[in-house]
């Protein structure tokens, strides 16, 4: 059994999110345990996979937002072009420079594709966020009842389906810095050892 979640799924992005081993002292509950930490495991990776792209679409929005506002205030045709102080002495020269940076950003931001980007990301957020809760009922209904229905089971392999899904659309590769902080995130709102293990 692996003792850890995958994030990014094309990037081979590794977070390291261990769950207790559980003990295996007869085949029911044997089973019953591999089956368990594998929603466990999906649980725990379908939230840091949701805050990862919390933060990404967050970071991605300020950057297009301040392209465009960059892109507004610097074009030749912006109300700020016109002012007067641009028409005196040293301004004349610091209103190219700047009219010319924001001619490059104006050049930038389409091949960034920041729109895109965020669209993307949004909808992973949404799909990692859904898939969460999921997982989340899923797992209360187990520690309810001590056991793992058939039913609960079924709505397990729906989220898994869908877990593939998301995967394949994953697009980034957060730095180790970042895996380790969203790490510590993860094992402070689902502690491993608040899951239920027979």
Do not use: C
């Not at 996979?49 to 392209?67: I, Q, T």
């Not at 040293?90 to 669209?119: E, Q």
């Not at 957020?125 to 898939?131: A, C, D, E, R």
């Not at 089971?153 to 994953?170: F, I, Q």
């Amino acid at each position: 059994m692996s003792d850890s979640v995958q994030v990014g799924g094309n990037s081979g992005a590794v977070a390291n999110l261990p769950l207790r081993q559980p003990s295996v002292p007869e085949d029911g509950k044997a089973r019953l345990a591999i089956q368990l930490k594998s929603i466990y495991d999906d649980y725990r990776t379908a939230l840091f996979n949701e805050l990862y792209y919390s933060e990404r679409v967050e970071m991605l929005d300020r950057w297009r937002l301040a392209f465009d506002i960059t892109i507004a205030l610097l074009a030749t045709t912006s109300p700020v072009a016109g002012w007067a102080v641009w028409k005196h002495g040293s301004y004349i020269n610091l209103w190219a420079a700047l009219a010319g940076f924001g001619a490059i950003i104006a050049i930038i931001a389409p091949l960034l594709k920041l729109t895109d980007r965020v669209k993307s990301a949004s909808e992973l957020k949404t799909g990692y966020t859904l898939l969460f809760f999921d997982l989340r009922a899923i797992t209360q209904d187990v520690l309810a009842s001590r056991d793992l229905s058939q039913i609960n089971l079924e709505l397990y392999k729906a989220a898994g389906k869908r877990m593939g899904e998301l995967t394949a659309k994953d697009d980034s590769n957060p730095s180790s810095a970042r895996k380790k902080e969203l790490q510590r995130r993860v094992n402070a709102q689902l502690p491993p050892s608040s899951l239920w293990m027979p």
